[in-house]
């Protein structure tokens, strides 16, 4: 299975990005999974469900299934956050996993980067695990990597599958 990551501030893009780009990638006859980091407790669940109850009496681990999908939610208590290993292990194997977030992991990675949202890139294009930079503006230091329009789907979709070897896996 191939990581390959979206990274960038809050506000640049990623999640749009990655909303495009999941089509894009599965239309040309991929499987893609994807990961995201949140910076911030997240709670997926809701209080008076029963699942909600669950973990908040005290389970570890909490499934719930149905006929058209299944979840499994895992509480940390006073556990340290997993690494990205550990996450990537408990996926299923598909061609591609796609992550947003986790900027300082050194998975191979395009950095997002809007105009408007007044930041810099996150973190330094020479960075050995950015492949490219797609963005809508002009950058002046790009340490010679790849620049690609932010809205230009397809080709960012063809640096990820030429990057990750993928060319011989699509439909």
Request: aromatic residues 4%.
């Amino acid at each position: 299975m191939k990581v390959f990551g979206l990274a960038g501030w809050s506000g640049s893009g990623k999640t749009t990005l990655m909303v495009k780009l999941l089509p894009e990638l599965t239309g040309r006859g991929l499987t893609v999974s994807t990961m995201k980091h949140a910076h911030h407790g997240f709670d997926m669940d809701t209080p008076g469900k029963d699942s909600y109850e669950h973990r908040h009496s005290g389970a570890t681990e909490v499934m719930i299934t149905s006929g058209r999908r299944w979840a499994l939610m895992h509480e940390l208590r006073d556990e340290p956050e997993p690494d990205m290993d550990s996450l990537i292990a408990r996926m299923t194997p598909v061609d591609l996993l796609m992550v947003e977030g986790f900027k300082q992991y050194k998975h191979p990675k395009i950095l997002v980067h809007r105009e408007d949202n007044r930041k810099g890139l996150p973190i330094d294009p020479a960075d050995p695990s950015v492949v490219a930079i797609a963005t809508n503006s002009e950058l002046t230091d790009t340490a010679g990597k790849t620049v690609i329009d932010l809205d230009d789907v397809a080709a960012i979709a063809d640096v990820i599958i030429a990057h990750c070897g993928l060319e011989d896996r699509q439909a």
